[in-house]
DNA sequence: GCATGTCAAGAGCATTGCTCGCATTTGTTT
DNA sequence: AAACAAATGCGAGCAATGCTCTTGACATGC
């Protein structure tokens, strides 16, 4: 039990260092077998047979075959978000629709580059697989925080419009919720305009979900990258941008 | 080879009868596995089991295992097309609003009562599987088909604003897929509006999505009728009902 | 130099999808 | 009613899978 797992670089031993190595080893050896297979096709037996090793050898490294998936899941939060980071940083900080663009198309380029991954993070769940919470939450909210981020900048510079038409009424319960939301996040935003970010959050990922699941049939869109673009632009009127 | 299977209900022999009663059979205990299991966990043995068969037996109804996934697959696109149907054929044909709100909460519904077939439908596709399109374009595109043909007759009937604020082209590319579109659906919405109601389709499905497959994390939205009542106004307006 | 702890190997268990040969049931036809 | 042929069920078997456990080899650090 307690497998010191990647967390062990401080301090490394030449016995801490190999092992680090060879978790990363299976690490990337899971990633492309994920992208073959899927997730539910994901072999432990198989990763060692690439790792060169016998199959009950990799249960040194890795507890099981959930905890490669745990850890796969974290690699590719991290990489998207790493992405997403980049994407943005690029654009001013004041460029708050550039922003918001480049945020949505650096999810959609890493979607369409990594299919795979990206099911395992946003797609069905797994059976019989939960998530620890405590590994994945941070990782898995730096997108959707991100955004957020962009809409408060934009709001405390004044560059978020007040009221977007038609005016739609938030419900109090769900108001009560949004408060909560600004005060965990310590943004600024009101809650009207913060509820259509919700709506932008999933309408975002509910487009890149489409495109990579292939709900569009195989012919019907070709111009794939102008209706994501068309998408984004609609989505910034949504939210006032 | 070349099984009758479900087809078989014409000029019923009692073979025929009992075949196809064995078949509708396997595929409600694979309804109730999918519900289990989900997809992958989807085991052509337990359904023996339950049939109180051996594994075997149950080739001589049901080719493989994917032929039982395509079964449930047109088996579940027909639920949510009927509870769909119902949901917007209960309101007067001039409510366009309403039947909107309908279809999508109908959706909703039928999402969160039918989690792991919903994942089946729209989740990450099951490795190693290609749904036959001939068999499952048809029940697959009746909700869409429903949506458009709502904003359509709203169009016609003059009920669809022209234009939304704010305004945004619709690049060429993108036009010409969705002119070939209305062709073939036979609708009279202008391209704009058209693409509009893409945005809004897959927007429908990103946000019950995000809702069945755990998205919002545990506690963030406690009000979620109401969070996804606010999303179809929003939506409602992205469109210009 | 030796005790300690790490590691790989291999056998084994229960599971899966699927095939094949053989027996049995069942509906139809003579 | 008897005979036939098709449909059906059975069970063994193959190649996989995840995972456990025991055994023996090896390296590390005192």
């Known amino acids: 039990m307690d497998l010191p797992l990647v967390a062990a670089a401080k301090q490394s031993t030449p016995r801490e260092r190999a092992r680090a190595q060879t978790v990363a080893d299976i690490i990337r050896l899971g990633r492309q077998h994920l992208a073959l297979h899927g997730a539910a096709g994901l072999s432990l037996r198989a990763v060692a047979r690439d790792l060169g090793v016998v199959s009950s050898a990799v249960y040194r490294y890795v507890e099981s075959r959930d905890e490669l998936l745990t850890l ?28 918001f663009l480049a ?3 650096a999810v959609r380029q890493w979607a369409l580059r990594e299919p795979a991954r990206y099911a395992l993070l946003f797609g069905s769940p797994v059976p019989g697989y939960q998530a620890p919470a405590e590994r994945t939450t941070e990782p898995g909210t730096r997108v959707i925080y991100r955004m957020v981020g962009i809409f408060d900048a934009a709001y405390r510079a004044g560059a978020l419009a007040a009221e977007v038409a038609p005016a739609v009424v938030v419900p109090p319960a769900l108001a009560a919720n949004l408060a909560a939301v600004r005060a965990e996040l310590g943004v600024a935003v009101p809650e009207p305009a913060l509820a259509r970010g919700v709506l932008v959050w999933t309408s975002v990922f509910g487009a890149v979900s489409f495109e990579v699941f292939g709900q569009y049939g195989a012919d019907t869109f070709a111009a794939r990258d102008e209706l994501f673009e068309h998408q984004l632009e609609v989505l910034l009127g949504v939210v006032g941008l």
């Open 72 to 99: 796969l899941l974290i690699d590719a939060y991290g990489e998207l978000g790493d992405d997403v980071d980049a994407a943005v940083d690029a654009l001013p900080e004041g460029d708050y629709r550039g922003r």
């Open 103 to 105: 945020l949505g198309r």
